[in-house]
């Protein structure tokens, strides 16, 4: 059986097997996701001898946080010199991540990263290995695998500083910090007024949400 009819390849054929619902698995060798990633549309990743597809289709919603999280810390990490900032779905490389052969993840939010060799995981195709900022989109869909798989990896990376999972159904940021080696802190906001720190400058949460949804967030 082929990769063309063994898999879909296309956002709308993934679509059609409940992709605008979530993340869909199909169990697969190592050898049949490097042919699926050649070919498909959408975004996939590899974990547990899964292909992880995810549509390569955002939401308004979902584009304009990307937007507005793009234009906040592009002010914020002003010296080119020392960072890169990245709009959302830039590939990360987590060298020491059980259950994924290929060590790469697609960060759907946003990606903040120094200036470094990049990881080529296949022939046109990198992935950063020194992030210091990442974000995450939540969605209802996708919160089982941000947080189950992703999360734990992401931990592993060394120059990651800061983990910003943020909400789209209403106001809300999980803030998650490095302290230390294997120390992290977690900080929920809710609230328009409550503050945190991106880059040492201060950002509210109606900074975030006001120019998405409009009004007095």
């Known amino acids: 059986m082929t990769t063309a009819t063994k898999f879909p390849l296309t956002n709308l054929e993934l679509a059609d097997m ?13 050898e049949e996701y490097w042919d699926v990633l050649a070919e498909a549309e959408y975004r ?3 974990y547990d001898h899964q292909i992880i597809a995810t549509m390569s ?25 020392r960072y890169r900032v990245y709009n959302s779905n830039r590939p990360v490389y987590i060298s020491d991540c059980p259950g994924t052969d290929t ?23 990198s992935a950063e290995t020194t992030p210091v ?32 999972f943020v909400e789209q159904s209403k106001p809300g940021v999980l803030v998650m910090e490095r302290q230390g080696p294997n120390r992290w ?3 929920e906001l ?11 400058r201060p950002v509210t949460l ?11 967030q």
């Open 103 to 125: 060590g790469v993840f697609n960060a759907d939010g946003m990606v903040v990263a120094l200036p470094s060799q990049k990881f080529e995981y296949s022939p046109g195709m």
């Open 133 to 164: 900022v990442l974000v995450e989109v939540l969605s209802k869909s996708t919160r089982d695998y941000d947080f189950g798989t992703k999360l734990p990896c992401y931990k592993k990376i060394e120059s990651l500083q800061q983990i910003l």
């Open 44 to 46: 996939t990743d590899y």
């Open 190 to 200: 809710s609230a328009p007024d409550e503050t945190f720190s991106i880059g040492g």
């Open 185 to 187: 802190t977690e900080t």
């Open 206 to 216: 109606r900074e975030i949400y006001t120019d998405v949804y409009g009004g007095d």
């Open 57 to 81: 289709y955002e939401s308004d919603l979902h584009s304009m946080f990307a937007s507005q999280l793009g234009f906040i810390f592009s002010s914020v990490f002003t010296d080119r010199t």
């Open 18 to 30: 409940g992709g605008l619902a979530g993340p869909v698995y199909f169990p697969a060798s190592f």
